[in-house]
């Protein structure tokens, strides 16, 4: 007896979630189907039901990483851009927050570059839309260019930096 549909729905977010946590924790080359599906707790076979490669679960992956990050960067900012700003930069530096999606803008940014164009134009679109969220927050356009480009900065480099004092100073000089 086949699968009903929303079964096969929950099935594709499961793996699509568990795919955006590794991707972007380790990039699209040091991932691999079994590993998105021993993570979603599937067969290698239940891949092919909802994806036609690695890039095509990559490309949808980055939109579901986005939006597991704002819902988890978001969290107690209805204070605006300072606490929300505050929260970008502790994403990764904040044990507390380390379960949480963070940004795939920022981690994935020297990833992105090496992917085919549709991958390009969805970190794209994502890039956008975290600017226009910014510009919600009662900043202009090049105002919210500027921070997204200095947050987002500041989060990859404070991930690759192992200097915990210099992350530290980073992240402050970085903060409103």
Not at 3 to 24: M, P, Q
Not at 56 to 80: H, K, M, P, W
Request: proline letters at 2%; glycine letters at 6%; one cysteine or more.
């Amino acid at each position: 007896m086949p699968w009903d549909v929303k079964h096969k729905t929950k099935s594709k977010e499961k793996i699509l979630i568990c795919a955006a946590k590794l991707f972007v924790e380790k990039g699209f080359d040091a991932v691999g189907i079994n590993d998105v599906m021993k993570s979603a707790n599937m067969t290698r076979g239940a891949f092919y039901a909802h994806f036609k490669s690695k890039a095509d679960l990559y490309n949808q992956a980055l939109v579901v990483a986005a939006f597991e990050a704002r819902e988890s960067i978001t969290q107690g900012c209805d204070q605006g851009f300072a606490s929300l700003q505050h929260n970008y930069l502790k994403q990764g530096q904040d044990p507390s927050l380390k379960d949480n999606q963070q940004c795939p803008i920022a981690l994935l940014i020297s990833d992105i570059r090496q992917r085919e164009p549709l991958v390009r134009e969805t970190y794209e679109k994502v890039f956008k839309g975290f600017v226009k969220f910014i510009e919600s927050q009662g900043l202009t356009e090049a105002e919210a260019l500027k921070e997204a480009a200095t947050m987002i900065g500041a989060v990859a480099l404070s991930e690759s930096l192992t200097d915990k004092k210099l992350v530290e100073k980073l992240l402050a000089a970085c903060q409103g």
